[in-house]
């Protein structure tokens, strides 16, 4: 039973960061999208469910290639002082 709640829960999560990637998708008309957080590490057991929801939210766009950053959690903030150190 626990494993169907925790399969269950990664496809509801896939299905919201496929739905909210989808306007970003649409407007910035990407090439590639990289993931990267700690929640990237899982994107195996989401990525069904978030191209579901892509296709599903905007089914004449086009889906772009996905990846996972290989900084995997560590992406976000060294994002961030990249753009602190470029910026100032």
Same mark, same amino acid.
């Given at each position: 039973m626990k494993v169907n709640s925790?399969?269950?829960?990664?496809?509801?999560?896939?299905?919201?960061?496929?739905?909210?990637?989808?306007?970003?998708?649409?407007?910035?008309?990407?090439?590639?999208?990289?993931?990267?957080?700690?929640?990237?590490?899982?994107?195996?057991?989401?990525?069904?469910? =978030?191209?579901r929801a892509l296709v599903r939210?905007?089914?004449?766009?086009?889906?772009?290639?996905?990846?996972?950053?290989? =900084?995997?959690?560590?992406?976000?903030?060294?994002?961030?002082? =990249?753009?602190?150190?470029?910026?100032?």
């Amino acid at each position: 039973m626990k494993v169907n709640s925790v399969a269950r829960l990664f496809d509801v999560y896939g299905h919201h960061i496929g739905v909210g990637l989808s306007t970003l998708i649409t407007v910035f008309e990407p090439a590639h999208v990289v993931l990267g957080g700690g929640a990237a590490r899982y994107f195996d057991l989401y990525e069904a469910e =978030l191209r579901r929801a892509l296709v599903r939210s905007n089914p004449f766009a086009s889906v772009p290639d996905m990846c996972v950053s290989r =900084l995997g959690a560590q992406a976000g903030a060294l994002g961030a002082a =990249l753009l602190a150190q470029r910026s100032g």
